[in-house]
Structures are given as structure tokens and as C-alpha cells.
């Protein structure tokens, strides 16, 4: 019994993920059709296996990120946009109610950005996206000293300049791309061509991961949850901690890693994408995904070193001790 709890604490998060995304499949079922039970589960069994072979394979713990991060993104991206013609980027949506329809990018934004931040933060950032992965793959390595910081007006300004030019598309063009498969295609191809353009020179000058960290609307949104999430970067061993900034350094949405470890806090930062590259870059295990803070090991021995301390001062028999020591 105690080696299946242990088991079970030990794969916990794996738990978690693969039951939260069987939940969301079952709902996705029932209101469009089983396909989406498949997809959401699939994504959730691959993702609670990378959590296992990192449990077991720590030191492989980035390999299998960027794997699942391949494997989901371009699954998403070939198999469903391309392929079935599913427009995921924000802007479809306002085609859509515009239309009156529901497709995948509502469904997105509401799993994603809406359900599972409450869950995992802005993971879907750094296990599924597919210009996620490519500004990964081709962000200049060597950090900039001086990256651009966020500015919400950018961000909700630019978020709002995508709404109004959806509905603005939607009821002035002469086609809908909501209601015409072809026109919706040469949409999917033109965002992600476009996005993937301006996020990568926009890294060259505004350091790693620009567009995420600036403009992306779906970031903006779902950073409103992320603080709330169950799982965040903890300090599990603040006390090994040397300073030597590496965790910081590996950052790419410069978040200061360091600061929570000498805080004793959990990793609150809005945009956060759970890479977990400040859990790899730190070599003393100091950080770790976790869904709260440990508990202080020292707090159970000065507590019974401080009631041993006054009991004796008390001169009382062991009876006694053991019965103040009950009350207290
Ligand atoms: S911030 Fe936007 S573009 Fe970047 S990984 Fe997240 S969803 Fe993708
Ligand atoms: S990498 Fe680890 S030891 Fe170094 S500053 Fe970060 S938490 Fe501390
Ligand atoms: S704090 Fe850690 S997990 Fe969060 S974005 Fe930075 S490196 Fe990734």
C-alpha cells in the first residue's frame, strides 16, 4: 500500500495531466463528436509520458520536451490545419462568430487559454505550438542583455487590433474565410507565414521568444489565469542555492527565476511557459515543477527541540511531558 502511494506521488503530475485531458475530451466529445475525445486524450497520453520518462530520465528532461513539442505542434499543424483546414490563430475566431459557427480556434482558445492555465500555467506554449517550437528552434541562442520588456498597451492593443480587424474582414470582405474552405487556407498559410517572419526577426532585436513575450494574443489572454495555476517552478531546495544565475540565464521569456529562490516562492510570473529550462540549467536541483512549496523539514525538529527545551525547564516526569505534549 505504501509503495503504490509513493508510486503514485512520484508520477502525480503524469496523473494529472492524463486525467484532465480525458475530462476535456469526454466534454469535446459530447458537444461536437468522438474525434475530439481522441485528440484531446492523445495529446494528454503523450504529454503525461514525456512527464514519466522524465521522471525516471531526468537529465533528458529537455530532450523530451522539445520532442513532445514536435511531435504535438506539427501533428496540430499538418494534420489539422492543413490537411482538415482548421484555422487555430486567433483571428478565426471573430470569422467564426461572425459566422455564427464554432471550429477549432474557439475551442483552442478555450481549452488552452481558458481551462488548462488553471491547470498549467501557459504550457501549451512550451509543449504544443507550433510557432512556439519554431522560435525555439531558430531564436538566437546567446541571449540579449537588454531584451524588450512587455508592455501590456502593446500587447492588449494588439490583441484589440486583431479583433476589430477579424469582424472587419468578416462583414466587409466579400468572403467570409469562415464559410470558404480555400479562402480559410490561404488564411492559415498567410498568419503562420507571417508570424513566424515578424516573431523571428523580432527575436534578432528583442531577445528570445519576442513575439510570445510581446505580441501574442493567446499569451495575453491565458497570462490572466497563469498566476492561479496549480503547477509553477518551485524552489524544492532553496537552501542549495549558489546565486550562480544560470537558471536566470536559461530563462528565454527573462523571467527572474532567481529572485523567487531567494524569495522562498513559487515562480508567479504571468508568463511563465512552464520549459522547465531553469529546472535543467540548475545543476544543484534546486528547482522543480511542482504543485506547492515544500514543506520546511527543520519545522517539525525545532518544533519538538523547542518543547523538549521547555519541558525540561517545566522539570516535568515523561507522563506529563507526553500529555502537555499532546495538547500543544
Ligand atoms: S505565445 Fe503564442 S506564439 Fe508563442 S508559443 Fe504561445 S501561443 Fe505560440
Ligand atoms: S541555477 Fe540553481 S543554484 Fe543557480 S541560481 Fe538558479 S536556483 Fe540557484
Ligand atoms: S521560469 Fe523557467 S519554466 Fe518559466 S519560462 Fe522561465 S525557464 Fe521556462
Redesign the pocket.
Known amino acids: 500500500m505504501r509503495h503504490l502511494h509513493v508510486l503514485l506521488n512520484k508520477y502525480k503530475i503524469a496523473i494529472y495531466t492524463l486525467f484532465i485531458f480525458s475530462m476535456i475530451g469526454i466534454v469535446a466529445m459530447l458537444y461536437r463528436d468522438i474525434r475530439y475525445f481522441f485528440l484531446f486524450f492523445g495529446i494528454g497520453l503523450l504529454d503525461s509520458t514525456s512527464r514519466i520518462l522524465v521522471v525516471r530520465y531526468p537529465k533528458l528532461l529537455q530532450f523530451f520536451r522539445l520532442t513532445l513539442l514536435v511531435l504535438i505542434g506539427s501533428s496540430l499543424f499538418a494534420g489539422i490545419c492543413l490537411i482538415i483546414g482548421v484555422n487555430f490563430q486567433f483571428i478565426e475566431i471573430f470569422f467564426d462568430l461572425s459566422a455564427w459557427v464554432v471550429t477549432g480556434a474557439l475551442i483552442q482558445l478555450i481549452v488552452a487559454r481558458l481551462i488548462l492555465p488553471f491547470f498549467a500555467g501557459n504550457a501549451f506554449c ?1 509543449r504544443a505550438c507550433w510557432n512556439g517550437a519554431f522560435f525555439e528552434f531558430t531564436n538566437p541562442m546567446k541571449k540579449k542583455t537588454n531584451p524588450k520588456k512587455r508592455s501590456p498597451l502593446l500587447a492588449w492593443g494588439y490583441l484589440l487590433f486583431l479583433v476589430v480587424l477579424g469582424f472587419t474582414v468578416a462583414f466587409l470582405s466579400p468572403v467570409n474565410p469562415a464559410e470558404n474552405q480555400e479562402v480559410r487556407m490561404w488564411w492559415i498559410i498567410g498568419e503562420n507565414i507571417l508570424i513566424i517572419f515578424v516573431g523571428f526577426f523580432l527575436s534578432i532585436s528583442w531577445g528570445s521568444r519576442a513575439y510570445c513575450r510581446t505580441l501574442c494574443p493567446f499569451i495575453t489572454i491565458s497570462s490572466l489565469i497563469a498566476p492561479y495555476s496549480l503547477l509553477k ?1 518551485t524552489p524544492v531546495a532553496a537552501d542549495q542555492c549558489t546565486s550562480c544565475n544560470a ?1 536566470n540565464k ?6 527572474d ?1 532567481l529572485q523567487a529562490v531567494k524569495d522562498r516562492k513559487r ?1 508567479n ?1 504571468s ?9 535543467s ?1 540548475c545543476k544543484l536541483n534546486v ?1 522543480k ?1 511542482a504543485t506547492k512549496m515544500p514543506k520546511p523539514h527543520y519545522d517539525k525538529e525545532t518544533k519538538l527541540s523547542s518543547k523538549r527545551i521547555a519541558f525540561s525547564y517545566l522539570n516535568l516526569s515523561n507522563d506529563e511531558a507526553n500529555a502537555a505534549n499532546k495538547l500543544l
Open positions: 512550451s517552478i537558471c536559461a530563462c528565454p521569456m527573462y523571467i527565476v515562480v510570473d508568463m511563465c511557459i512552464l520549459c522547465e529550462r531553469c529546472v540549467s528547482l515543477v
